[in-house]
T-cell receptor
């Protein structure tokens, strides 16, 4: 069974640009969550999608958005990039996103904003 | 608000010695607690979880964790450390369905 796939693995963007990151969950998983990992802030929850609907959202500005397609693949978009958006962005999937179920993480997309 | 704390940024252990990585939690209701490990330039991998039942939970790679309700702790342990255990370890809990709250992480370094 293929794991969670995130593309691209590495990305360099300029301030003010926008970026789209992609996540393909494990086959059959309907819940996809996104996390930002930085040395200073640690792992922070961005949002979670389940059956194409945003079910939960973290405390990030509106520049961060996402969506989920009917095949459960998800994309995350960041507009008007800032230097502070440089981070490792992790995607995680689980069958239905229940509180007693572990999440499966992709390898992440390393975003560098210059 | 629910929170998870890892009081140690770094833990250093000699190979072959037992290791402990500490975690305390503050959650409302039943705690659902997890440990994940992250190797360099990789995503997180699930190690073990406590949902209910026995306070001692066994997981992957010989790791185990002890749930202590009175001390609100969920420490990760291994009887004999390996150099390959060197990684970043995260304790986590669910704030609500699918929203994982992570501790700040503990870097475990095992010296040969």
């Amino acid at each position: 069974k293929a794991g969670v796939t995130q593309t691209p693995r590495y990305l360099i963007k300029t301030r003010g640009q926008q970026v789209t990151l992609s996540c393909s969950p494990i086959s059959g998983h309907r819940s996809v969550s996104w996390y930002q990992q930085t040395p200073g802030q640690g792992l922070q929850f961005l949002f979670e999608y389940f059956s194409e609907t945003q079910r939960n959202k973290g405390n990030f500005p509106g520049r961060f958005s996402g969506r989920q397609f009917s095949n459960s693949r998800s994309e995350m978009n960041v507009s008007t990039l800032e230097l502070g958006d440089s981070a490792l962005y992790l995607c995680a999937s689980s069958p239905v996103g229940q509180v007693n179920t572990e999440a499966f993480f992709g390898q992440g997309t390393r975003l560098t904003v210059v | 608000a629910q929170s998870v704390a890892q009081p140690e940024d770094q833990v250093n252990v000699a190979e072959g010695n037992p290791l402990t990585v500490k975690c305390t939690y503050s959650v409302s209701g039943n705690p659902y607690l997890f440990w994940y490990v992250q190797y360099p330039n990789r995503g997180l991998q699930f190690l073990l979880k406590y949902i209910t039942g026995d306070n001692l939970v066994k997981g992957s790679y010989g790791f185990e964790a002890e749930f202590n309700k009175s001390q609100t702790s969920f420490h990760l342990k291994k009887p004999s450390a390996l150099v390959s255990d060197s990684a970043l370890y995260f304790c986590a809990s669910y704030s609500s369905a699918s929203k994982i709250i992570f501790g700040s992480g503990t870097r475990l370094s095992i010296r040969p």
